[in-house]
């Protein structure tokens, strides 16, 4: 089972401050403080300036352009490269998938409800968006993992805001956010990330 987090920026305190809570109260993890979950300034500059385009709509060369400032920024400050990709909006672009992999990302997510198996194409991993609004795509992607022949799979979960009070149709209360985690955990899900899962499939 992999859960993917998208916030929405704006909100980017409040949701730290709550993972900051539920960090604390786990056993498993080492406490972290407020500071060390704050995002860099120039991080939190740089979303403000970038357009989130979708791929689809713009040329190649402003996609180029987009990942290649966040690439120039995550090394400025240290932060290794990704190998992970979000679609802007959702939506499959495959008229950039292959550049993409130019920027060494590995494998993408759009939006679709179905598990992956290891078998699709890297670069079209359908996802579950969950919200106030379609929260029963929880429940339909836990479904389809109980019922799944094919070992291993996952479902992709994708979370935009936590909150994200800017923008109500794809807002997440905090309080149903971890309500999910929960049921996760209790539940005996494994929860890794996009990359991992990839590496388990690759066998790397």
Not at 5 to 23: A, C, I, R, W
Not at 124 to 132: D, F, P
């Amino acid at each position: 089972m992999l859960v993917f987090v998208d916030f929405g920026h704006s909100d980017y305190p409040k949701v730290t401050q709550n993972l900051l809570h539920e960090n604390q109260k786990s056993s498993h993890n080492q406490a972290l403080k407020p500071t060390e979950l704050q995002p860099p300034r120039s991080i939190r500059v740089i979303i403000d300036c970038l357009n989130h385009v979708s791929l689809i709509r713009e040329s190649e060369t402003v996609g180029r352009s987009e990942v290649s400032e966040l690439n120039q920024l995550f090394a400025a400050e240290g932060i290794p490269q990704p190998v992970s990709f979000a679609y802007p909006g959702g939506p499959y672009a495959g008229n950039a998938a292959e550049w993409l992999k130019e920027y060494g990302l590995q494998c993408a997510r759009t939006t679709g409800k179905e598990l992956w198996d290891g078998k699709s194409d890297p670069m079209n991993i359908a996802s579950w968006s969950v919200n106030a609004n379609e929260e029963e795509n929880f429940q339909l992607a836990l479904s389809s993992l109980s019922t799944a022949e094919n070992e291993p799979c996952a479902a992709v979960l994708t979370y935009h805001g936590v909150p994200d009070t800017a923008h109500p149709w794809c807002n997440t209360p905090p309080e149903m956010f971890k309500r999910h985690m929960d049921v996760l955990r209790d539940g005996g899900f494994r929860v890794i990330s996009m990359k991992d899962f990839h590496r388990l499939i690759a066998g790397t």
